[in-house]
């Protein structure tokens, strides 16, 4: 039984010692990549001991090399040899050519389990063959790189291209883009860098780039036998024992320029060739990128001032249909794009130069201006909203014209009373005279009351009221005026619900008391048929809530917020049958916003009005 365990000890002993003998490096690799076995001609070939590289991916294969060595891998996973001629890198940074045979290695259930390489020393034929096909290699991926840089849009993904194709081109252990501006270079791209360095600044007299400049050449290699490395932060690369630089110029002024960084192998006049190549490329790309980007700046700041208009802005093609529609359009005219283009637009055109005001279906009214665009058939058509204008001309029409029916009234009256007691003192008795006087006085006391409206409703409007805000008794303000309204009329039972310990107010006494009077008189006006009228406060999180609730006519839908508006009321039917001059109410929501509180106006169930004034509670 101990026969064959013996065979088999003696052959992988012999195995062993064949692997530990052979002139030819044998590296063999575990699924995972990394390395299984590493023989002693591989440490006398590549200078690296089993100990450093056993367990890790090989340290041999250049960057630009992996996709090449894991293909191969791949090729042969499925059984066969092949054997190609490639280089590979030395500990000591140096490249070596060499042929490797790889095959598979099978496990006992037919499974890859592995990879064996074997590589040889090439002679001169492979080292030819080998030049060849490394520089039509990389002539084709120089092509491709180059195709790849121009086809991006962007300025950083050209500047981080450019990086990375700086290592894959030229084998730099670590690359990076400096950007020249205003005495100064700034890295604004990296590989194989730490990316913390990025945006970092040096000056640009006392760097590498200035004597680049200063030579007149495109290209140079400085290593640190000539020269200290304090050139912005390269001190980062470990190692680092070589830098080449390539100026890349835009308009025909250098814009930056490629670095490339060495620490474990050297460079030759095929690297520096590419940096220049590459350097000259990057600068055509970099053009292209920088033309690109300053067009979407333009588009985009012609775009942002057209859709950040308040003003509805369309362009027409020559047959008048919209081509753009920008969102103020959409909001004007409620229109979106997507329904707007290729159609005309929903208002007549004028002709360029001209503008016409047009009223919208929805009776809104714009102010429409058409402009012509020199060099084309197209059309800017530039609209407003001037319906508040219009509004306010048509308010003010009827504010002069109800203000004036509500002057004549009362003049009239008292020069009606004023004239019969000039005329007749002597035939009138006591009585007469007497009731004459207070007719006349009561008829001076609501013209008195119609210019202090008036007067308010101008500071109002000027935000010039005469508001001074601290504490004050809500609670009694309240009560003494449900106490003066209550006889006012017969018809009418006022209703006070107010709490004994209802808090302070922070605000204006005098203003909240024409607040609440104002209040009052709309409930008693607009409920002519009497009724129920109640004036309730309470306090709640801060702020107290005075209602003043009625049984009257209500609000019309659409008009409990246009009831605070400057001469508003309702319709023609409710001048004429309530009069008034449509401003109390606007001036009601002025007073209360200069005391930081609000007012608003809703609809009460089963028919009237309920009128809602919120304070801050003093604090």
Request: charged share 25%.
């Amino acid at each position: 039984m101990t026969e064959p365990a013996e065979t088999m000890n003696r052959v992988d002993a012999t195995a062993r010692a064949v692997i530990e003998c052979a002139a030819d490096a044998i590296v063999a690799f575990g699924i995972d990549r990394t390395v299984l076995l590493w023989n002693p001609a591989a440490e006398r070939m590549f200078g690296w001991p089993a100990s450093e590289v056993i367990g890790l991916e090989p340290p041999i294969i250049p960057e630009e090399l992996k996709a090449e060595h894991n293909a191969v891998l791949e090729r042969v996973r499925g059984g066969g040899q092949i054997s190609f001629a490639t280089r590979r890198i030395g500990k000591d940074g140096s490249m070596l050519d060499v042929r490797i045979d790889t095959s598979a290695m099978i496990g006992g259930g037919g499974e890859v389990t592995g990879w064996v390489s074997v590589c040889h020393q090439a002679g001169e034929d492979d080292m030819a063959r080998h030049y060849m096909a490394e520089r039509a290699r990389v002539v084709r991926r120089l092509g491709d790189v180059v195709a790849d840089m121009n086809a991006q849009r962007d300025l950083e993904s050209v500047l981080d291209r450019i990086a990375a194709s700086l290592r894959e081109l030229t084998g730099a252990d670590a690359g990076g883009f400096v950007l020249i501006e205003d005495g100064m270079l700034q890295l604004v791209s990296s590989s194989g860098l730490p990316a913390r360095l990025r945006g970092r600044t040096a000056v640009l007299s006392t760097s590498l780039v200035g004597e680049l400049m200063r030579s007149g050449k495109t290209v140079m290699m400085t290593t640190g036998d000539t020269g200290g490395f304090d050139d912005l932060i390269w001190s980062a690369l470990p190692g680092l024992h070589t830098i080449a630089l390539s100026l890349s110029h835009v308009g025909e002024r250098p814009y930056g320029a490629l670095y490339a960084l060495y620490s474990r192998r050297n460079l030759g006049h095929v690297e520096l060739e590419l940096l220049e190549l590459l350097a000259g490329h990057a600068g055509v790309a970099l053009t292209n990128a920088m033309a690109f980007e300053e067009a979407l700046r333009q588009r985009a700041h012609e775009r942002a001032v057209i859709d950040g208009s308040a003003d509805g802005i369309a362009v027409l093609d020559g047959a008048g249909l919209v081509r753009q529609w920008n969102p103020a359009a959409h909001r004007l005219t409620g229109v979106a794009a997507d329904d707007a283009m290729g159609k005309p637009p929903p208002f007549p055109q004028p002709e360029p130069g001209a503008k016409l005001t047009h009223r919208l279906p929805g009776g809104k009214w714009l102010d429409v201006l058409c402009t012509a665009l020199a060099g084309s058939d197209e059309r800017v058509i530039d609209f407003r909203d001037v319906t508040a204008a219009k509004e306010l001309e048509e308010a003010k029409d009827l504010f002069l014209a109800t203000t004036s029916h509500e002057l004549r009234t009362p003049i009239t009256v008292v020069q009606g009373f004023a004239s019969t007691l000039a005329r007749r003192w002597d035939q009138l008795t006591d009585a007469d005279r007497r009731s004459a006087v207070q007719t006349i006085a009561e008829r001076a006391g609501s013209l008195g009351r119609l210019v202090e409206q008036l007067l308010l409703g101008s500071r109002a409007g000027a935000d010039r009221l005469p508001v001074r805000n601290g504490p004050f008794d809500l609670g009694g303000l309240l009560r003494a005026a449900a106490v003066a309204f209550q006889p006012l009329s017969d018809k009418h039972m006022l209703v006070a619900d107010i709490p004994g310990d209802l808090p302070s107010a922070y605000g204006d006494a005098m203003a909240t008391d024409i607040i609440v009077g104002q209040l009052l008189e709309n409930a008693f006006k607009y409920s002519p048929a009497g009724g129920r009228v109640t004036v309730r406060a309470r306090a709640r999180d801060g702020q107290v809530e005075v209602t003043v609730e009625d049984r009257g006519i209500g609000i019309a839908d659409g008009d409990h917020e246009r009831i605070f508006e400057r001469f508003f009321q309702g319709e023609a039917g409710d001048r004429r049958r309530f009069g008034g001059i449509g401003i109390g109410l606007y001036i009601v929501r002025q007073l209360a916003v200069a005391q930081d509180g609000q007012v608003n106006a809703a609809s009460r169930d089963g028919g009237g009005t309920v009128m809602r004034l919120v304070l801050q509670v003093a604090g």
